[in-house]
């Protein structure tokens, strides 16, 4: 909090979250992000013009838009003098985006920003090996048909394969998957646990989409094709899976000894979500009722050597601090679920005194968050994971939540490689 000038809420939207290689993989990633940031400005019945900066996040960042954001400004009708930055902070990407506008709202640089973040897996930026791509530049500049064949002379067969970007920790090699394994052997985390949290989080997003929670904050997207269809639903939740079917799933980043599946991790996915944040004053003067408001928000980074996607655990208590507020005191909870066994491994450590003391520097836990103040609409594990977007997407789940309910505060965590973990906290009053 900064001053008396709050950022508010004031609406946001998503496109459906598909899995990778599905309904998405013909569109282009501008296009994706796009599309709901037009929805969002139409359903929002805002102005374009009122719109004065543009953050987005993205993680796989394509070769073509070196500032995704900005093509967004260009590609979406807001005034063509916005300034607009693309933020990476892998899967807390948003989360950052938000932050920062946040940031400028709080310090008066802005009253009307959009923030958000788009990631499309089904088309990663494939790219060549360094001598390969040296050699085709070289080429490129050579004044003779001589110079252009000795340009590749030195060139293995090695050199010769495309370099697919990987979620591989460059500083330990391991996957994320190996790293939530790691983290469900060092915190007991059973797989009967895992499963169990991953069947709820399937059963409750498609209640959620059964009684118009989330049909409410998803968009449709148009997909130009033969014939054109729009796509309206998010394509993994999956009502009918059971604690049988997921039981029967092999794990997948250790065969012999494992405990995660395809089941209780999520999965790779395209998607896109705005939020449109607002100085409380303008949304106030433009008719707005806002959702919420971000009242505190903090980062924190682990080794990623360790428990990689237990950075949450470090920065829910910061930002709690920062916000002045205790984890009873918040009401629900938006939990990024990159794989059941972090979620389940982040709240064991937040209820834990030997945790609170030795890490924290705290001389008692944290707090409990039951089942019944966490991921109401379901999480990640079952509506997906499009990286640079799922911060925006909690933002907007979580607002809409405290918004029906009346819940006085509210908390966003995402977990993301690096070992880093976001939290943010929104109140009402
Ligand atoms: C885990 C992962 C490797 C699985 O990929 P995949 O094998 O393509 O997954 P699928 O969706 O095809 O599922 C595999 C099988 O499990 C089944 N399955 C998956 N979830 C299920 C569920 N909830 N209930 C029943 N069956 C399920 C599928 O039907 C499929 O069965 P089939 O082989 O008979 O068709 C992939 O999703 C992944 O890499 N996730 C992690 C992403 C990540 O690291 N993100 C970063 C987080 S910070």
């Known amino acids: ?106 310090r008066g640089y802005a009253d009307v920003v959009i923030a958000g973040g788009v990631e499309m897996l089904s088309n990663v930026p494939i790219s060549l090996s360094p001598p390969l791509a040296r050699a085709l530049v070289s080429a490129s500049q050579a004044r003779s048909t001589g110079q252009r064949i000795a340009s590749f002379r030195h060139l293995r067969l090695a050199d010769l394969p495309p370099v697919a970007p990987t979620i591989t920790e460059t500083s330990t090699g391991l996957s994320m998957g190996q790293s939530a394994e790691l983290m469900a052997k060092l915190n007991g985390i059973s797989r009967a646990d895992q499963d169990a949290w991953a069947l709820g989080s399937h059963h409750k997003a498609a209640a959620a989409w059964q009684d118009g929670r989330l049909a409410a904050e998803v968009a449709p997207v148009f997909v130009p094709s033969d014939t054109g269809h729009a796509v309206t639903r998010d394509n993994h939740i999956r009502p009918d899976t059971s604690l049988d079917k997921l039981a029967q799933l092999k794990p997948v980043f250790d065969r012999a000894y494992g405990t995660v599946t395809a089941g209780n991790s999520s999965p790779l996915t395209d998607g896109a979500a705005s939020v ?76 834990s005194d030997a945790f609170a003391r030795e890490e924290l520097g705290r001389s008692r836990a944290v707090g409990c968050i039951d089942a019944g103040r966490i991921n109401l609409g379901g999480g990640s594990i079952a509506l997906g994971h499009p990286f640079g977007a799922t911060g925006a997407r909690c933002v907007t789940t979580l607002a809409n939540t405290m918004e029906r309910r009346s819940a006085g505060l509210g908390l966003v965590s995402v977990c993301a490689a690096g070992g880093i973990g976001a939290a943010i906290v929104l109140e009402r009053s």
């Not at 008719?287 to 949450?312: H, N, T």
């Open 1 to 106: 909090m900064s001053g008396s000038r709050r950022a508010a809420i004031v609406a946001g939207l998503r496109t459906p979250f598909v899995r990778a290689g599905t309904d998405f993989a013909q569109l282009d990633v501008l296009e994706l992000a796009r599309s709901v940031t037009v929805e969002l400005l139409q359903r929002a019945n805002l102005d374009p013009t009122e719109v004065q900066h543009v953050i987005y996040g993205n993680v796989t960042r394509p070769v073509q838009y070196s500032n995704l954001a900005r093509e967004l400004v260009l590609a979406s009708g807001l005034p063509r003098t916005t300034p607009a930055d693309t933020v990476t902070l892998a899967c807390a990407s948003a989360c950052q985006a938000i932050t920062d506008a946040t940031n400028l709202i709080e």
């Open 276 to 351: 449109l944040l607002m100085s409380e004053e303008r949304a106030r003067g433009l008719g707005y009722s806002p959702k919420a408001f971000v009242r505190a928000y903090a980062y924190a980074a682990v080794d990623p050597a360790g428990q990689l996607l237990l950075g949450p655990a470090y920065a829910i208590p910061q930002a709690l601090d920062r916000a002045g507020i205790a984890l009873d005191d918040v009401e629900v909870v938006e939990m990024h679920e990159a794989f059941a066994a972090q979620v389940l491994s982040t709240l064991k450590k937040l209820d």
